[in-house]
Every structure is written in structure tokens, then in C-alpha cells.
């Protein structure tokens, strides 16, 4: 693991999620969730101040080790098992065992999102709870356009290209 994967590129991304808008959707979006959670990508945890009393216990799917270090900061009074892993290998979760899904900002960054779908759909409940947040391609041509331009940085920024 290179030095920046390990040191600055959490830090990157902590930073980012901290928009106001961001924090708006997280405290209009996460206190939906309920019993038993699965958070994909949990990150550095900015997600974890919004759930509530109804949160039995978030398992926190990550591949980092620095992001879910960063987390285990900000757990607070909500029980976390941190699963150091990405969301595509099999999860040690039964099937059906979810009682909500919490996805935010994360599927771009997953390699395969379709094999990443189905190990969530495998854990949730039938009558689960799927919340997702994510960003797309902007319906204004000019700004997609820059959105084009811009992807392959930010992808070496974010670490989804090789060094």
C-alpha cells in the first residue's frame, strides 16, 4: 500500500464528504435507519452522529484500515462491528439478516457495483429498509461535460487508478 493510500487519501476523502450539503442529506436520510444496519463504505464514519436509538447495531463494511480508524472515532454511543473488506466478497452476515442498507457516496468508488448489489440484496430483508445517496452525471450537458473532463483525476486522486 503506498503512502498516499494509507495517509493522505482518507484525509481527501473526509474532507470532501464534509460539505454542508452532504451533512444535509446525512441528517434527513440516516435517522430512517433501524435494527440492524449495514453501512457500505463507511469511511471515515460521518454517518454514524445521524443514526438513533432504533439503530440496534451498524456493521461497517470498509477495504480501508486508515478510514475505519478514523471512524472508530466518531462511534460514540452506537455499537459498530467494523469489517475490513469490500462490500463484493461475501459479507459474514446471514442472508436476510439486515434490517436497513445504508449506502452513501460510495458505489462509484466500488469496482464491481453490480456483484456489490447483490451481496446487498442478499443480507436485506425482503422488507428492508435500501437507503441510498449517491451522485451521478449532471442532467446540464456543460457541467457533465466537465464532469468527463474532470473524472480521470479525480479517480487518481481517489484512488480508483493505478499509481
Known amino acids: 500500500m503506498s503512502l498516499y493510500s494509507?495517509?493522505?487519501?482518507?484525509?481527501?476523502?473526509?474532507l470532501a464528504m464534509k460539505?454542508?450539503?452532504?451533512?444535509?442529506?446525512?441528517?434527513?436520510?440516516?435517522?430512517?435507519?433501524e435494527g440492524e444496519v449495514l453501512e457500505v463504505?463507511?469511511?471515515?464514519?460521518?454517518?454514524?452522529?445521524?443514526?438513533?436509538?432504533?439503530v440496534r447495531r451498524v456493521h461497517?463494511?470498509?477495504?480501508?484500515?486508515?478510514l475505519q480508524?478514523?471512524?472508530?472515532?466518531?462511534?460514540?454511543?452506537?455499537d459498530v462491528e467494523f469489517l475490513l473488506q469490500s462490500v463484493e466478497n461475501p459479507l459474514?452476515?446471514?442472508?436476510?439478516?439486515?434490517?436497513?442498507?445504508?449506502?452513501t457516496w460510495t458505489l462509484c468508488s466500488i469496482p464491481d457495483p453490480q456483484k456489490a448489489l447483490l451481496e446487498i440484496k442478499r443480507v436485506l430483508k425482503s422488507e428492508g429498509k435500501f437507503i441510498f445517496i449517491e451522485h451521478g452525471l449532471a442532467p446540464v450537458s456543460g457541467v457533465a461535460a466537465w464532469?468527463?473532463?474532470?473524472?480521470?483525476?479525480?479517480?487518481?486522486?481517489?484512488?480508483?487508478?493505478?499509481?
Open 92 to 103: 459474514p452476515l446471514s442472508s436476510g439478516s439486515m434490517d436497513t442498507v445504508v449506502l
Open 147 to 163: 464532469q468527463d473532463r474532470l473524472t480521470p483525476i479525480w479517480k487518481r486522486i481517489g484512488g480508483l487508478s493505478p499509481e
Open 6 to 14: 494509507k495517509y493522505v487519501l482518507p484525509r481527501v476523502i473526509d
Open 69 to 78: 480508524r478514523m471512524a472508530r472515532k466518531r462511534s460514540g454511543r452506537i
Open 41 to 54: 463504505g463507511i469511511g471515515s464514519g460521518l454517518n454514524l452522529e445521524f443514526y438513533t436509538h432504533r
Open 60 to 66: 461497517g463494511v470498509d477495504p480501508s484500515f486508515e
Open 19 to 33: 460539505s454542508p450539503e452532504t451533512r444535509r442529506l446525512r441528517e434527513v436520510w440516516i435517522p430512517k435507519a
